[in-house]
């Protein structure tokens, strides 16, 4: 049996201590309160590859591109300017199971820009990319736990569509002037964090029977009607957004078929949305949550006067604790989740080492 001096544990003890501080004070830090979001500086181009439409769909059509396919390694596909004279896509994938990467490329589609479909689950990572005047900027169908992040979908009828893609993240995107921003459909644990769906005709974010996905820190303002609609959606987390000057209401909640069910929304910032009306936000579910029951803190309504708000919608929602100020969180410091990713493997690392030593 392995024995574990004094000294050992007084050491593990110790980097144990240090490393749950750290953890809590980035876990802090990356939950700071301010009243501005950060914006994301894409890579610039002095000038692009002209191509014609990319169609990848089996392994080997990836292999005129740099990469081996690989976790470590994806094929690239990177710097064109995509204007299809032979298709209505832009680049499609489908069907392949190897790793790879669409970046910093300008599209101009009929269709859709960026087709992702049916893919073995994690290989796409999407990013850096304009996606202009298309049907879809960019669609995901069967990519399961895909990456999208900082792309700029501009005039195009649904900015991005994911469907059947649970464990999918869009980060850092700009979705407007189109007439959905991002749709999110049967795609349960999605992430949808720090993504601008503006001035969009129709809904900034959509989510259907999309169970468990998290929507945090987006700027949905200006669309036509909600800034972000649930319908048949439970177990959502809805926090940290700012929902300004929509045509119906900053938040909207529909059973259609069964309920939205257990949904937490709070810490948002609802501002003149529903102009005219009673609320900013509707409620037509059961059981949802529009505070935050661990602290009893609910959402910044510019509307609201005293005492407790009310939702519309047959659910007779309230808000019990309305916060007098505007809230949005900035995400800029490691997650908990990459900050362990870092501690485990050196923890480990250091505890075998010593076992080494005592053995």
């Known amino acids: 049996m392995i024995k574990y001096s004094k000294q050992s544990k007084i050491s593990i003890r110790k980097f144990l201590c240090v490393s749950i501080l750290i953890v809590g004070i980035i876990t802090f830090s990356s939950m700071r309160v301010n009243s501005t979001t950060d914006s994301y500086d894409p890579k610039s181009y002095t000038s692009y590859i002209p191509h014609d439409y ?3 769909s089996y392994d080997g059509a990836f292999e005129v591109f740099p990469g081996t396919g690989t976790e470590g390694d994806p094929y690239i596909i990177e710097g064109y300017e995509i204007i299809p004279t032979s298709s209505v896509y832009g680049i499609t994938v489908t069907g392949t199971t190897k790793y790879f990467v669409i970046r910093n490329c300008y ?11 049916v893919i073995a689950a994690g290989t796409a990572t999407i990013i850096n990319n304009t996606i202009y005047d298309s049907g879809i900027g960019i669609y995901l169908y069967y990519a399961y736990n895909s990456t999208v992040t900082n792309n700029t979908c501009t005039d195009n009828s649904s900015g991005m569509v994911f469907e059947y893609s649970p464990g ?29 769906c503006s001035s969009n005709s129709f809904k900034g974010i959509y989510l259907e029977l999309s169970d468990g996905s998290t929507i945090t820190n987006n700027n949905c303002s200006n669309n036509g009607w909600e800034g972000i609609y649930l319908e048949d959606t439970d177990d959502c987390i809805i926090t940290y957004n700012l929902l300004k000057e929509n045509g119906n209401y900053g938040v909207y909640l529909l059973p259609d078929a069964y309920d939205s069910y257990n949904n937490r929304i709070h810490h948002n910032n609802f501002v003149d949305n529903n102009l005219g009306g009673t609320s900013q936000a509707s409620d037509d579910c059961s059981y949802n949550f529009w505070y935050d029951t661990m602290t009893n803190e609910g959402n910044y309504w510019n509307d609201w006067v005293s005492g407790t708000y009310a939702i519309d919608g047959s659910a007779g929602a309230i808000d019990l604790y309305p916060l007098g100020d505007p809230v949005v969180a ?22 075998i080492s010593r076992r080494r030593k005592i053995a």
């Open 168 to 196: 999918s993240t869009a980060t850092n995107n700009t979705c407007n002037d189109g007439s959905s921003g991002i749709k999110i459909i049967s795609s349960t644990n999605s992430i949808v964090v720090n993504n601008t």
């Open 330 to 351: 900035e995400y800029n410091s490691p997650s908990l989740f990459t900050l362990l990713i870092l501690v485990v493997p050196l923890f480990l690392t250091m505890t």
């Open 107 to 117: 599209i101009d589609a009929e269709f859709r820009g960026i087709n992702i479909d």
């Open 54 to 56: 990319i169609n990848i």
